[in-house]
């Protein structure tokens, strides 16, 4: 009978490893090798002994899988001894070490890794292959370490096996999660992500004969240190703004805007994991949504939230990602897992350098890695204390040596790109270098095809002005003559100017030979003015009626419920804040300009709106108008004069009534003393600007301020059309997606949308809504204990401050259900994610925590509740209300006509003008739309808590002890209570 302590239960990927296998036992996708190169001699009979011992350390490695009635196990009783060959080279070293590890592993009777030692005269290569079932990318280092100290007689020689129970319990827990309530709200997440089939991309293949590729080099130093001041900048990591270079490169590849990758998550989620061997590395897929227009400031932004929200449900087991997702089977594979981005720090283990590794006498460099687990296409970017290695993996010559040559080359061109102009839109391609002018090839035939001669020799030109080529054939290849995915975007942009037409990227990658594209595009439908003749003449005007256009849902729905039959929206939404510059001499000029600008590529701001009896709510751009920003002197020249005077009229700003139908939504004030600095007071109404839109319009105004190039900055921040979102929107809102949304949320609201009555019976119609101000701040050791509350149970600060305050309501409620408003960012399609617009979907939030319950039970419920919304965000309000059949007792289907409670968590202002960071604060509010309203804001050093109550039903002192509450340390919790 094999002893427990001899066998360890298969994780759940283990095992789709083992079946995998035996599918197919010739696969060397699970096989990772390492390649050293030899600086000296390895004593051979030291390094067999040396083995010996890192196999007595960790046995798992001679093990082999067994059946057991409780599933596959890794076993290593009775195991065969790790195996170490010494090996004369034949041919190249790159093609002996790929003949050496890509033998075939039998799983069945082990062991699981073998060493090689290439000779080749006085000189030595030794190959470590290892296969994945019990060696990922951590492993590595703790093995590697483990023989070096077993080859110089050190502790790992001392012939104690390591620990396993912690692997063990991995195994276990990964089970619980694939199949067991435990995993419930991972399989919801996935399903949210890629429960629609996961994006439609394909990255370009090549059409002729392929074979195993791999190209490699290191990072240009002063590009590695300019990325990382990028990422510092932006408060992102430095493997962020690789990755997020990587997606940018995936869209020029694939002419997709939405995209998938995979990246490897850790795995050792518990202290005990972290000196083990094994394979604890879980793939995750991470689907991000890119435009042309996003700029890669942004890019960084989300790829960062993108992968934190994977990296919370990172331990579900990858099988069970995709099986939730309804992804499985080899077809869903080969479309799914086309690229891998590994990141692989090989110097995170102390005195463990792989490219100075000392073996008593001899030193180990680390060569390139050839493992790809399964991808079509594989990155690899090493990095270590000789610094960033990028390694370009092309297993099954899917893309060929040429591609995967401009593949690598773009990522850099790319990479530069975010570090040097992280405003700059992801899709501006990087001019080419002039060429001089060239003689043209005279065409055959011009007098019996003038037209089709002159737009060949048209499209010649085209191709020779963006590749720089001055001899271009009619049978020449765009990719043979040195295009890349980059140049590409810029040829169909050239192209598509030039004659005419809408050209995809897709058809220059399917017909890179230019007669074949010319072919293409020539024969394409044109406007009468296509063509190189000259310059059409100016279209006639369109009817103004015509110029109307529907609007995205939320805006719609919220100009139709809020607007008055004169046109006028009340004063009860309105984005008022004052931004200071104490000490800073305004540019008016440059301002009134900045703002212009900023105004012109986000038409929202400055649109005209209307109701139309047929139609519904519509709108038509016009122009910013002259004058936008209002300048008003100071009544003296002193500081406190300047922000009186800004108060003053952020007073007066918040509570002015808006007509909308003259396009005045924005507007902007400058207070200013010549000497004291300025003050800027920005309105905006919300109906047509949210929080995120109101952070993206001063980012622009910040960008239009810093440059003199209009028709630059207009290139640069150029944004979906508000009547294109409202398409895409009404394709999503109709599609099966939401009518799976539609029925979770009927089974979420069994009685409808439950309200957080106040202790107070007084009908809503008659509690005016006067309101009161109260705001606390968590500074210094109070905000530390915050932020080590968040890092301890694992949730959001968010999370812990909503808790917080909802337990110290608790008194002041009559009913003892427990739910409020949050809101949601509503942006349904990937259109919306970069326009300047109000998409906020604002939906209910319940938490199951009866009265009475404990502080862990509160948590709990308000991370369960808030995790079921955001993955079931992607429906307006307005539809669960109808799916809901709920009406509130005003009679009007919307969420602030009625008793109940509002908590956001409140994005900060980061604005900038001339180097100097401005200070935002926001007036006083004296009209509450819910009984009580609170926002949470995370400065990152400090934590500001602020509300707006309805004075007619709470008061000041309850209010202020509710928000003192988040500052109160929490219970303590039991480690896997969260």
């Known amino acids: 009978m094999t002893d427990e302590t001899e066998r360890l239960p298969l994780s759940v990927n283990q095992e789709a490893m083992w079946v995998a296998w035996q599918r197919d036992p010739e696969q060397r996708s699970n096989i990772i090798p390492l390649p050293f190169e030899v600086d000296g001699h390895l004593d051979l009979p030291r390094l067999r002994r040396a083995v010996e011992a890192l196999a007595s350390r960790y046995p798992q490695l001679c093990g082999r899988v067994v059946t057991t009635p409780d599933g596959p196990a890794l076993d290593w009783s009775d195991a065969p001894a790790i195996p170490v060959r010494e090996t004369e080279q034949a041919g190249s070293r790159d093609e002996a070490l790929r003949r050496l590890w890509q033998q075939p ?6 062991p699981l890794l073998r060493i090689d030692v290439l000779r080749r005269g006085d000189s030595q290569t030794l190959l470590v292959a290892a296969h994945h079932l019990v060696n990922d990318g951590a492993a590595v280092l703790i093995m590697m370490d483990a023989l070096r100290a077993a080859y110089g007689e050190g502790p790992a020689a001392n012939g104690t096996a390591a620990d396993l129970s912690a692997a063990r319990h991995h195994a276990e827990r990964s089970r619980e999660l694939a199949d067991g309530d435990t995993g419930q709200p991972h399989r919801a997440y996935w399903r949210a992500i890629l429960g629609d089939g996961g994006p439609d991309f394909e990255l370009r293949r090549n059409t002729g004969p392929g074979h195993y590729t791999m190209l490699g080099d290191d990072m240009p ?163 270590d204390n000789s610094g960033t290695h990028v390694l370009w993996k092309d297993p099954g010559g899917v893309f060929g040596p040429a591609q995967v040559q401009a593949m690598a080359s773009d990522y850099l061109d790319v990479l530069a790109a975010i570090a040097d102009r992280p405003g700059a839109t992801v899709g501006a391609p990087i001019a080419p270098s002039a060429a001089p002018a060239a003689e043209l090839r005279p065409e055959r035939r011009p007098e019996a095809e003038p037209g089709a001669a002159v737009e060949r020799t048209g499209m010649i030109e085209v191709w020779q002005k963006v590749l720089g080529v001055p001899d271009i054939d009619w049978q020449d290849s765009f990719f043979e003559l040195g295009g890349h995915s980059l140049l590409a975007e810029a040829l169909v942009e050239a192209v598509g100017a030039r004659f005419g037409v809408e050209v995809s990227l897709r058809t220059l990658f399917d017909h890179p030979r230019l007669s074949d594209f010319a072919e293409q595009v020539l024969s394409a439908p044109r406007g009468e003015s296509a063509g190189s003749g000259p310059e059409a003449g100016p279209a006639p005007a369109e009817d103004a009626d015509a110029q109307w256009r529907p609007l995205p849902h939320r805006m719609a729905l919220g100009l139709s419920r809020e607007q008055r ?63 936008l920003v209002e300048l008003v002197r100071s009544a003296s020249d002193d500081w406190e004069a300047v922000r009186r005077t800004a108060d003053k009229i952020a007073g007066e700003e918040i509570v002015r009534d808006l007509d909308v139908r003259e396009g005045r939504a924005l507007h902007v004030a400058c207070v200013h003393g010549p000497a004291a600095g300025f003050a ?76 957080m009555f106040v202790n107070d019976a007084t009908p809503w119609s008659q509690c005016p809504p006067h309101g009161g101000t109260v705001q606390v701040t968590l500074r210094g050791e109070e905000y530390r204990q915050h932020l080590a509350e968040v890092r301890q149970h694992r949730v959001t600060g968010f999370m812990v401050a909503t808790t917080k305050i909802l337990r110290a309501l608790r008194p002041a409620l009559l009913n003892d259900e427990l739910a409020f408003f949050c809101p949601f960012p509503g942006r349904f399609v990937p259109e919306a994610a970069g326009t300047v617009g109000n998409f906020v979907n604002l939906l209910p939030v319940l938490v199951d925590s009866p009265r009475g319950a404990d502080t862990p039970s509160t948590l709990k419920a308000v991370r369960n509740a808030m995790l079921w919304t955001l993955q079931h965000q992607g429906l307006p309000f307005a539809t669960v209300l109808d799916e809901v059949r709920e009406v509130d007792p005003t009679g009007e289907q919307y969420p602030k006509k009625r008793r109940s409670l509002f908590i956001a968590g409140n994005e900060p202002n980061h604005f900038t003008l001339d180097g100097a960071s401005a200070t935002p604060r926001v007036p006083d509010l004296t009209s509450a739309m819910f009984d009580l309203s609170v926002w949470v804001t995370d400065t990152g050093s400090e934590l500001a808590c602020s509300a707006v109550y309805r004075r007619s039903l709470l008061d000041h002192e309850t209010v202020r002890a509710v928000l003192a509450a988040v500052g109160t340390p929490l219970e303590p919790l039991p480690a896997d209570d969260l």
Not at 318 to 343: D, K, N, V, W
Not at 682 to 699: A, E, K, M, T, Y
């Open 565 to 627: 039959p004169d046109g006028v929206i009340p004063a009860e939404s309105i984005i008022c804040k004052v931004f200071e510059f104490p000490g800073l001499r305004v540019d008016r000029a440059r301002l009134d300009r900045a703002v212009r600008w900023a105004a012109a590529v986000n038409p929202a701001l400055t649109a005209e709106y209307r109701i139309d009896a047929s139609h519904g709510p519509l709108y038509r751009t016009r122009p910013p108008r002259p004058g």
């Open 680 to 755: 800027l007071v920005i309105r905006v109404d919300h109906s047509v600007c949210d929080g995120l839109s109101f952070n993206r319009f001063l980012n622009d105004v910040s960008d239009a301020y810093a440059t003199d190039d209009e028709q630059g900055f207009r290139t640069g921040h150029t944004r979906p059309d508000l009547a294109e979102i409202a398409v895409a929107e009404r394709h999503v809102l109709e599609g099966a997606g939401a009518q799976a949304l539609r029925a979770a949320w009927r089974a979420r609201l069994p009685r409808g949308v439950p309200e």
């Open 221 to 383: 130093r002063d590009l590695e240190a300019r990325l990382r001041a990028c990422a510092e900048e932006h408060g992102v990591s430095y493997v962020t703004v690789l990755l997020a270079g990587y997606f940018a490169l995936l869209r020029r590849c694939s002419g997709s805007d939405d995209l998938l990758a995979f990246v490897p998550f850790h795995g050792r989620a518990t202290p005990e994991l972290a000196d083990q061997v094994g394979y604890f590395v879980n793939p995750l897929p991470v689907r991000h949504r890119i435009r042309a227009s996003d700029r890669y400031r942004d890019l960084l932004t989300r790829v960062r939230l993108e992968v934190k929200d994977a990296l919370r449900f990172g331990e579900l087991p990858l099988t069970s990602i995709m099986r939730a997702a309804g992804l499985s089977g080899p077809q869903a594979h080969a479309r799914t897992h086309q690229a891998l981005f590994q990141y692989w720090h090989a110097g995170l283990r102390p005195g463990t350098d792989l490219q100075h590794l000392e073996f008593d006498g001899a030193v180990l460099r680390l060569l390139d890695v050839e493992s790809n687990a399964g991808f079509q296409l594989a990155v690899m970017v090493r990095e």
């Open 105 to 110: 592993f039998d799983l069945r009777n082990g």
